[in-house]
């Protein structure tokens, strides 16, 4: 039986279909909050940044405050996740746009989006016991993360 060809434009849709059902499924697990994905993003991002930045004694005090606020915030956010149904070992891009340049101003950026993200309504009482939990933890980063960048401006 010879192989018969499908028009191309048939191919690409079919090529389409196949490739696309996966994504289309893994886009938006189950939950209500997809945002907690990109939070969880984006608060791994921002600990990225505070980690990796040569500073001074007096900057790394406050970069490690903000980095184990961070880590308290993922830890609440993982949590708040898994109650909701997500993948929590999802990876996702950070979302937070670069408005400044630096790891400190980088890592203040993705703190804020990632409090953002986390503070949408929530309807499970469980969950929102935690998302209270996790925008605390990340205005204490902020505030590190902020006591920080005014440190290195006032060349302290």
């Known amino acids: ?9 048939v191919a690409a849709f079919a090529l389409a279909a196949v490739l696309g059902a996966p994504v289309a499924q893994a886009a938006d697990p189950p939950g209500h909050h997809p945002a907690y994905l990109h939070a969880l993003s984006d608060l791994r991002h921002a600990r990225w940044n505070l980690t990796h930045r040569p500073g001074d004694a007096a ?14 915030a993922i830890a609440e956010a993982m949590r708040a996740a898994g109650e909701d149904g997500k ?5 996702e891009h950070e979302d ?26 929530e309807d499970n009482p469980e969950v929102r016991r935690l998302q209270g939990r996790v925008v605390e933890h990340i205005d204490r980063a902020l505030e590190a993360t902020r006591q920080a960048i005014r440190d290195v401006e006032q060349g302290r």
């Open 1 to 9: 039986m010879p192989i018969r060809r499908l028009p191309p434009l």
């Open 87 to 91: 993948n929590v070992a999802q990876d």
């Open 96 to 121: 937070a746009a670069l408005v400044h340049s630096g790891a400190l101003h980088h890592a203040q950026d993705l703190l804020i989006k990632a409090k953002q993200d986390v503070a949408q309504e």
């Open 59 to 72: 900057v790394s005090e406050r970069e490690r405050l903000a980095v184990a606020e961070v880590d308290r």
